[in-house]
């Protein structure tokens, strides 16, 4: 009933920027907290952020604390991932997800939505 749709990823060296965008279209109003995950080859999906939607309440992973910045613009019904001083292992899928609960767990079954994820790469 949430259709989510991730763009923005690439090729970037360390020490660069990105911005990821996910477009939620369909039952938007049902949303309460939208997030970003990412996986690397060979490893588990993890957290990376979260923003409530309707207070812009946010958290983080600690290992992008002070380099990545989530947000949202209501209006366009789209959550933002400002990536800042990436590092090569930031390299992984990132994917966006919502849920119509308030998450206070932020493990992937938290989450009932999911985009089909967009590729960063960062090299060294």
């Known amino acids: 009933q949430v259709q989510l749709v991730e763009s923005g990823g690439g090729l970037v060296q360390a020490g660069g920027s990105l911005r990821l965008s996910c477009a939620a279209s369909?039952?938007?109003?049902?949303?309460?907290?939208m997030g970003w995950f990412r996986q690397a080859p060979g490893k588990e999906r993890e957290f990376v952020a979260k923003?409530?939607?309707?207070?812009?309440?946010?958290r983080y992973a600690d290992s992008v604390k002070g380099r990545f910045t989530i947000s949202r613009d209501n209006a366009k019904n789209t959550v933002y991932l400002q990536m800042d001083n990436l590092k090569p292992e930031d390299t992984a899928v990132y994917y966006c997800?919502?849920?119509?609960?308030?998450?206070?767990?932020?493990?992937?079954?938290?989450?009932?939505?999911w985009g089909q994820g967009t590729q960063v790469t960062v090299s060294s």
């Open positions: 369909g039952r938007t109003f049902s949303i309460n907290t």
């Open positions: 923003i409530t939607w309707s207070s812009g309440s946010t």
């Open positions: 997800a919502a849920s119509r609960d308030f998450v206070i767990i932020t493990t992937t079954t938290a989450f009932g939505s």
